[in-house]
């Protein structure tokens, strides 16, 4: 096989560890079990002391002493088991068969889990406690790095409930909703499909079934959707109980903690992302505006795939091949980190320097290997702060995409790499802000250098399915979700409902422009069933355009733009969305102009493409 040439680098991760057995492992092991007994300990105080949390003041110097040892030894004992878990995980990405990685996996969660619980007691007291005690605790160097996830806890206050409620509701969740949301993972794991491939029907699982939505041809694509769609239908009414339950849940216990101010579904939401609802207003009614926008990169690419209208199975079809193009070139790794290399040095030199290091350091990982387990990621290692980028290279023209997203990532956490871990804590909001700079900055010279109009189609028709996606799709699940919050609150919705529902949203969204709606992505997709969290959908059409509308201010500010940048990326872990954009990009997230412009450079994106066909 010719891939081998194509194949990215080994990771190494020995500076860290050797292996599993290796001295420093062992010790790092055996003290962060001692120190998660020791916090165990110290926990008791706290637990005692939570019983009198509203009568706490700046005075209780001893318990302060304590709050300030114990913050230090958690801090110390978290970077620990960070740095193991990383390492561990990063064995399994290679070969999920590890059995050794494994089990050590299982061990280091629950001495992790462990270490959470010792806290519980101490953070509330941080969260309730009166301001004079809280005060006496953050002017403590301990305490710092914790100010801004603190401050925003506090802002919660008024809709807490009594310790004892707090607790129960915490333990009921284990049987509550996080067992619905069990639920939907064990359906959605162990239920099987038929798919017709190549004439002959394949028993698979939904992960493989959906996967065909990238093949090349358009019967395979419409034989995995029909797949899933008719397996989901069989589970219709246990999905539709698993969403009426959650919503349910959810929406008493708001109402619970609305004695003194009313809590709307989305509040919560919105805190836990750290955006205002006037920014999600602002965002969604530009999104709303420029349906168009989306709507017409779809008919490009159903013109691309030579139909009328494109159905829900062709959205992830991969760009078709021109008769002209012939055998698709490769790309190497070595070509691929130069390309990224040159772009970032565009922006800055130092950010082109970065990607040398991660290169010279052997911090990437794009072998190609049977056992190697599917997707990419950035991770980082807690105690040298260095950052990892895991994949499969295989010379795709999506592969560099990749490369260039998690080195993305990987930059983002290299720039943050002197700040104390919890600073380093960004909300999902932010996360994707340097990774889809990245990937546009990369395009953008992939465009330039691109020899012929064939190349330039391909590159541009990503941009084509980021626009179906954050414009269309993602709104659409956003809608789907608050007219179903809305409805829930006065009673529980049919299997028949939440696909007339779904049916309406994709309508709102994608208009006319598909063959048929996605009625049944209620089943579907996970995210809507997911336990901890609620409008998990959002937060990505906010990222991307948050990160083009960066990538605007590249021009605008010129020469001062990378260092205002590097400050941005720096304070995403303790900083609001807003006040980041106002200080280092001079704009208001509440105001539509902002996102009108991102939407601008969707519009030229998608114009671009049209100049070519
Ligand atoms: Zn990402």
Request: no cysteine.
């Given at each position: 096989m010719t891939k081998a040439n194509f194949e990215g680098p080994h990771w190494d991760n020995g500076v860290e560890y050797k292996d599993l057995t290796a001295a420093e492992f062992v010790v790092d092991l055996e003290k962060l079990r001692r120190n998660v007994e020791r916090l165990k300990e110290q926990s008791t105080l706290f637990d005692e002391e939570l019983a009198r949390v509203t009568h706490l003041s700046g005075s209780d110097l001893e318990l302060i002493e304590a709050a300030v040892r114990m913050r230090r030894l958690a801090d110390e004992t978290f970077v620990l088991g960070a740095n193991l878990g990383t390492y561990v995980s990063c064995l399994l990405s290679l070969n999920g068969g590890h059995t050794q990685a494994r089990n050590m996996q299982a061990i280091l969660r629950q001495l992790m889990t462990r270490l959470e619980e010792s806290l519980t007691s101490i953070e509330l007291i941080m969260t309730q406690a009166p301001d004079g005690f809280v005060s006496s605790c953050l002017s403590r160097a301990e305490f710092q790095p914790h100010l801004f996830s603190i401050q925003k806890q506090r802002e919660w206050r008024p809709y807490l409930l009594s310790l004892e409620e707090e607790k129960v509701l915490t333990r009921f969740s284990v049987n509550g909703p996080d067992a619905w949301g069990t639920l939907y993972d064990n359906i959605a794991s162990s239920l099987r499909c038929e798919v017709k491939l190549d004439g002959q029907d394949i028993s698979m699982g939904l992960a493989r079934a959906a996967g065909c939505a990238q093949s090349a041809h358009p019967l395979e694509r419409l034989a995995g959707y029909r797949a899933v769609e008719g397996a989901w239908s069989t589970q219709k009414e246990a999905c539709a109980s698993i969403l009426n339950a959650l919503a349910g849940w959810r929406l008493d216990e708001y109402k619970t903690r609305s004695k003194n101010n009313a809590l709307h579904f989305l509040d919560r939401p919105l805190h836990e992302s750290r955006i205002r609802r006037s920014t999600l207003d602002a965002m969604m009614h530009v999104v709303e505006k420029n349906l168009e926008v989306g709507r017409s990169a779809l008919r490009l690419k159903a013109r691309e795939l030579n139909c009328e209208k494109l159905g829900p199975?062709?959205?992830?079809?991969?760009v078709p091949e021109q008769e002209t193009a012939g055998e698709t070139k490769k790309i190497s790794f070595d070509d691929a980190v130069e390309l990224i290399r040159d772009a970032f040095a565009d922006v800055d030199p130092e950010m082109g320097q970065f990607v040398e290091l991660m290169v010279k350091n052997r911090w990437i990982e794009g072998t190609v290997g049977d056992s190697k387990r599917p997707g990419a990621y950035c991770t980082r290692f807690a105690k040298s702060r260095t950052p990892r980028v895991y994949m499969t290279y295989k010379g795709t023209m999506e592969d560099v995409g990749t490369l260039a997203h998690e080195l993305g990532h990987a930059f983002h956490n290299w720039v943050m790499r002197d700040l104390p871990l919890p600073e380093t804590w960004y909300p999902m909001t932010l996360a994707e802000t340097a990774s889809i700079f990245a990937e546009t900055v990369v395009s953008d010279v992939m465009l330039k250098r691109a020899p012929d109009p064939v190349s330039r189609r391909k590159i541009l028709w990503g941009d084509l399915g980021s626009a179906e996606s954050f414009l269309l799709n993602i709104p659409a699940r956003f809608w789907f979700e608050s007219d179903f919050y809305d409805k829930r609150q006065e009673r529980t919705l049919s299997p028949d409902e939440f696909s007339e529902l779904m049916s309406q949203a994709w309508k709102r969204a994608y208009g006319n422009e598909l063959s048929e709606m996605n009625s049944m992505f209620w089943c579907s997709k996970l995210h809507f069933h997911i336990s901890g969290t609620s409008f998990y959908n959002y937060p990505y059409t906010f990222g991307y355009l948050f990160s083009l509308g960066v990538y605007a201010q590249r021009e605008r500010q010129g020469k001062d733009f990378y260092t205002n940048y590097v400050q941005l990326l720096r304070d995403t872990g303790r900083m609001g969305a807003e006040e980041l954009a106002r200080k280092y990009l001079n704009v208001d997230l509440g105001q539509e102009e902002f996102w009108q412009a991102s939407v601008n450079m969707v519009k030229r994106q998608i114009e671009n493409y049209v100049a070519l066909v």
């Open positions: 199975w062709d959205l992830f079809a991969p």
